[in-house]
T-cell receptor, first 113, second 111 residues
C-alpha cells in the first residue's frame, strides 16, 4: 500500500545530541514537509522541499536541518542548537500545483532528557 | 506564522448531537482542508475545498468554503464515539502547498 512512514515512533535522546528522524513515502509525491506539533497547538512548518536536491526553510527552521537526496526520502536532523526539541514531529507529502492536499505520516515523538 | 482562528477550542457533546466548528482568517485562501487527528497519530485528511461557496460532504461530515474565501466551517452530524479527536482546519494561499493551520478543535463525545 502507498503511504508515508516515519521511524521511530518514539525517540529519546540526551540533551546536546543531534538526532535524525526518518520520513519515507512511496506515493510518488514531489513535495515533502516537516512540521512540529506542541501540546494544544496547531502544526508549525519546519522545512519543506518541492523537488529533489532543493529545500526551503519554514517558519521555525532554527536548530533543524534536512536533506532531499531522493524523491522518496526527507530526513530531519534535530541539532543541539534547537532550544526546546521535545515535541511531536510530523512529515507530510503532496503533489503541489496539481493537488494541494497534504498527506501525513504517523509522527515521531521526540523526548530530550 | 499562524493566521487562522479556529473555534471553538473544545466541545463536549453527547452521542447523536451535531457538531459545528469554523475557521476564519484575515487573508484570502485558495484552498481549505479539514483534518482529524487521533492522539499520538498523524492528521488524516477529511475534506478538501477548492472553490468559494463550495459545499462538500464526506459521510456525516459537511464542510463549506466561505464566499469571502476567508472562512470555512465543518459540521459533523449525529456524532458517534469514534468522532472523538482533534479537528484542524488548514488554508492555502500559495499555489504550491504551504499550509497555514488552525490551533484545532478538541471534540469529546459522551455516550
Amino acid at each position: 500500500d502507498g503511504g508515508i512512514t516515519q521511524s521511530p515512533k518514539y525517540l529519546f535522546r540526551k540533551e546536546g545530541q543531534n538526532v535524525t528522524l526518518s520520513c519515507e513515502q512511496n506515493l510518488n509525491h514531489d513535495a515533502m514537509y516537516w512540521y512540529r506539533q506542541d501540546p494544544g497547538q496547531g502544526l508549525r512548518l519546519i522545512y519543506y522541499s518541492q523537488i529533489v536536491n532543493d529545500f526551503q526553510k519554514g517558519d521555525i527552521a532554527e536548530g533543524y536541518s534536512v536533506s532531499r537526496e531522493k524523491k522518496e526520502s526527507f530526513p530531519l536532523t534535530v541539532t543541539s542548537a534547537q532550544k526546546n526539541p521535545t515535541a511531536f514531529y510530523l512529515c507530510a507529502s503532496s503533489i503541489p500545483l496539481t493537488y494541494n492536499e497534504q498527506f501525513f505520516g504517523p509522527g515521531t515523538r521526540l523526548t530530550v532528557l | 506564522g499562524q493566521q487562522l482562528n479556529q473555534s471553538p477550542q473544545s466541545m463536549f457533546i453527547q452521542e447523536g448531537e451535531d457538531v459545528s466548528m469554523n475557521c476564519t482568517s484575515s487573508s484570502i485562501f485558495n484552498t481549505w482542508l479539514w483534518y482529524k487527528q487521533d492522539p499520538g497519530e498523524g492528521p488524516v485528511l477529511l475534506i478538501a475545498l477548492y472553490k468559494a461557496g463550495e459545499l462538500t460532504s464526506n459521510g456525516r461530515l459537511t464542510a463549506q468554503f466561505g464566499i469571502t474565501r476567508k472562512d470555512s466551517f465543518l459540521n459533523i452530524s449525529a456524532s458517534i464515539p469514534s468522532d472523538v479527536g482533534i479537528y484542524f482546519c488548514a488554508g492555502l494561499t500559495d499555489s504550491w502547498g504551504k499550509l497555514q493551520f488552525g490551533a484545532g478543535t478538541q471534540v469529546v463525545v459522551t455516550p
